[in-house]
């Protein structure tokens, strides 16, 4: 050690790794160690105890600063084996089995193969750690033979070093014989000592990395392993054996007679030496607890040992099964220690993905066959075939019975009828043979007049809106002509009236029901066809529009601080008129004047074309969905969208939908009334051009001047400000403040007035979410609730 600090004093440091530099300083300070005080046996407990303490196996030791590799240079630092100058080290990294280290190799966990010293016991156990040096050679000269050159090699297997001289003549003979050993074997070298040092070397390591050795190349290097075995063992177990438990892990049970014939072989020397005890016996102990024994005894038929030690055992000797319990008694509760569990889930997924990878080459091996893709594609075809044969066999079936249905429906029909039978909880399917024999007698459903007996449906209301406005009109005898013409209102299916020559009718009034059919499940066309068809004398029931004198206001409704019913009553009944807010798309940062409004089944906002298209864009457009559409609402707080668009949240919420969310805002009195003028200068000028392009058409009469177009363009205008005129009724409901007003208050007052308007929008509209929540649950016959996705139809006897 001494020579070996000369030399360091003299050389660079910095040649080496900078985490072996310090190393290089101080070897002895890096394991501990007194340089004056330490011997060959106190440095190899050091190292193994460094080693077992850096081995993942095992759990309660605590951690050491030095890195495996750091550990194993200091090692052979102190030891001799890797010596000064550094440059002389750096160049022997590469080439030096010194340094190719892990902590695992000191544990004798290898098992033999072939023959060896003792070809009798397949039990005996080495280790890894195991480098071989070409440290010199010697010629011998004898008188009549050929010169012979021996070769000196440096052994170091588990921290015991001895030399060895050899002929080239003896690795021959290893060569010959570990050929009938082994099916791969590196090749012979020519005579040069450090090549076959490497591959003594290269034999080890091949067979380590299998987790076997050779017997015969252990007797070669003159190692005695089998006492490597015994005494390394022990030194281990020592380490190991602790009597509290480490942390996290619980107690095992090992049998006795097995430990009996352990501690004979780890203590046994000289002519006294046992063998192995083989694999852990503990089927015994499993057989006497199947048997339901309650006087296993300890320290007799079994003992009780930490996990270090029996993963120790289990490691080098094998065997089981396992019995782990969480006290030091074989009758207390089962436990596993934590390590052990991820070594049994790293198992499992480790087998599992073995298996998958090994199905999937088989796959791919398989698929590269041409005779097995022709099989493939056969058993293809047959089975796309008989499934091709079950689906039109079942259909076959299904229509077959489909017929025998309808038929025997329409003979219990005409016998009912003859009967005069008809029972009311089949009202629905006497609906469903009314259609189908209505096609078949080629009479449309439009067409199809209403007989005595008929089966109609209803749609009930999802949400109740209060108007009591209902009248009833009977026409006797028109000679074929009604007394006024009725019109689709836009976005709904809904007739009303549209013109009258009869002042009994109120014009906007809404055709609820034709001689007790109601119109709400029917199409607008079907509702046409009902009044032409329809027998006299026709009874109409119909709803008078709201008044706008009925309609709140958003001030008035805020007004209403009394009862919370009745302003929630008071605000649908606004709603079902209209109120003017801005749509915001989601696409762009382009914004809209609309109109939301609610039925009572259906909620529906207006949308305008984009003016920059050619077409009608200025006609007006509608978007709705049914109520049980709409999810909840969200304020302008919590919506991302008012967020990425940057819009004052007061102003602003979100209705979400099933399929989308709708951005509105509440706009200002004064910013209201800008985007009407906005919006009314647009579709002024896409008329006039409207109408300026319906002159220039060879099948109308080209005007000889542009007065034509501009009459035109000015009736349009005339129309349009018609329209705004209506929309300013509902405009003006969105807010009763003038102007002037507004001008007399502070900025902040009107800002937080209209906040607290787009506030109470906002619950209100929360409200009704409630209130159509409660009519889309409802609860079957078994008892189970269940949520609605359309209106409720009801099914009642027409009697004419």
Request: some cysteine; aromatic content about 8%.
């Amino acid at each position: 050690c001494s020579s070996f600090v000369i030399i360091m004093s003299n050389d660079d440091i910095k040649l080496l790794p900078i985490h072996l530099q310090a190393i290089y300083k101080s070897p002895y300070k890096a394991l501990g160690l007194d340089a004056d005080n330490t011997d060959i046996s106190l440095l190899r407990d050091t190292f193994r105890k460094n080693c077992i303490a850096l081995i993942p196996h095992f759990a309660g030791f605590s951690k050491i600063k030095l890195t495996e590799a750091q550990l194993n240079f200091a090692y052979h630092l102190v030891r001799g084996t890797i010596k000064g100058p550094t440059q002389k080290i750096v160049e022997s990294m590469e080439d030096s089995t010194y340094f190719d280290f892990h902590a695992t190799y000191i544990l004798p966990i290898l098992r033999p193969i072939g023959t060896g010293k003792d070809s009798n016991s397949k039990d005996y156990r080495a280790c890894r750690m195991l480098s071989i040096a070409n440290v010199d050679y010697r010629t011998t000269i004898s008188y009549g033979i050929f010169p012979k050159t021996i070769y000196i090699f440096d052994v170091h297997y588990v921290m015991r070093r001895h030399k060895i001289e050899k002929e080239y003549q003896s690795f021959q003979l290893l060569h010959k014989e570990l050929g009938d050993e082994l099916l791969a074997l590196p090749l012979l070298p020519n005579s040069d000592g450090h090549q076959l040092a490497e591959y003594l070397m290269r034999i080890h390591i091949m067979l380590a990395s299998k987790g076997v050795f050779s017997p015969r190349l252990m007797q070669f290097l003159d190692i005695d392993y089998e006492k490597v075995q015994t005494e390394e063992e022990g030194a281990i177990i020592q380490l190991l054996d602790t009597p509290i438990r480490p942390p996290n892990t619980v107690w095992y049970m090992i049998d006795d007679s097995w430990l009996i014939k352990w501690r004979k072989f780890v203590t046994g020397r000289g002519p006294r030496r046992y063998l192995p005890p083989g694999k852990i016996t503990n089927h015994t102990l499993v057989q006497q607890l199947a048997l339901n024994r309650k006087d296993i005894a300890i320290a007799k038929e079994y003992r009780c040992i930490n996990f270090n030690v029996w993963r120790f055992y289990e490691l080098v000797h094998g065997g089981g099964p396992i019995i782990a319990r969480q006290e030091q008694d074989i009758y207390s509760p089962k436990g596993i220690s934590f390590i052990h569990a991820i070594i049994l889930v790293q198992t499992r997924i480790r087998i599992y993905l073995s298996k998958k990878e090994r199905i999937l080459l088989y796959m791919k091996r398989l698929s590269t066959c041409q005779v097995a893709k022709a099989v493939i594609v056969e058993a293809s075809k047959e089975n796309v075939r008989a499934q091709a044969e079950q689906i039109l066999s079942t259909q076959r079936a299904i229509r077959v019975k489909r017929n025998l249905d309808l038929a025997a429906q329409f003979t219990q029909n005409l016998w009912r009828l003859k009967k005069k039978y008809l029972l009311e909880e089949n009202l629905e399917v006497k609906r469903k043979e009314q259609e189908v024999f209505s096609k078949v007698k080629g009479l449309s459903k439009d067409a199809q007049r209403v007989s005595d007996g008929a089966v109609i449906s209803d749609l009930q209301p999802i949400v109740h809106i209060g108007n009591t406005n209902l009248y009833i009109r009977v026409i006797r005898d028109g000679l074929g002509v009604l007394p006024f013409s009725i019109s689709q209102r836009p976005g709904t299916e809904e007739a009303v009236i549209a013109a009258s020559s009869d002042e009994n009718y109120v014009i906007g009034s809404k055709i609820l029901s034709i001689n007790d059919f109601p119109t709400d499940p029917i199409r607008y066309e079907e509702v046409k066809s009902r009044l032409v068809c329809a027998t006299y004398p026709i009874v109409l029931k119909l709803q008078k529009p709201l008044r706008d004198a009925f309609v709140p206001t958003l001030d008035g409704v805020m007004a209403l601080s009394g009862d919370a019913i009745v302003r929630f009553n008071a605000f649908k009944i606004l709603l079902s008129k209209g109120i003017s807010l801005v749509k915001h798309n989601n696409g762009n940062l382009s914004h809209h004047l609309t109109v939301l409004k609610i039925s009572d089944k259906e909620l529906f906002y207006r949308s305008r074309a984009d003016p920059r298209k050619g077409g009608e864009g200025f006609d007006e457009q509608w978007t709705k969905f049914s109520l049980f559409h709409l999810k909840y609402v969200l304020d302008g707080a919590d919506s991302d969208s008012v967020k990425r668009k940057f819009l004052n949240p007061r102003h602003c919420f979100e209705l979400i939908t099933e399929e989308r969310g709708v951005l509105f805002e509440l706009p200002t009195p004064h910013r209201l009334h800008q985007l009407q003028r906005e919006e009314k200068e647009t579709v002024n000028r896409r008329r006039a051009a409207q109408a300026a392009a319906n002159l220039k058409k060879p099948t109308t009469p080209v005007a000889t001047d542009l007065g034509t177009a501009a009459a035109l363009s000015a009736a349009a205008s005339q129309d349009y400000e018609w329209e705004q005129e209506k929309d300013n009724n509902v405009n003006s409901r969105n807010s009763i403040v003038s102007t002037s007003s507004l001008g007399s208050a502070s900025g902040s007052s009107a800002d937080a007035t209209h906040a607290a308007k787009c506030k109470l929008l906002v619950d209100s509209l929360r409200q009704l979410v409630n209130e159509i929540r409660g009519s889309q649950i409802f609860v079957d016959k078994q008892g189970m609730p269940i949520r609605r996705v359309a209106a409720k139809v009801t099914f009642r006897k027409l009697d004419g």
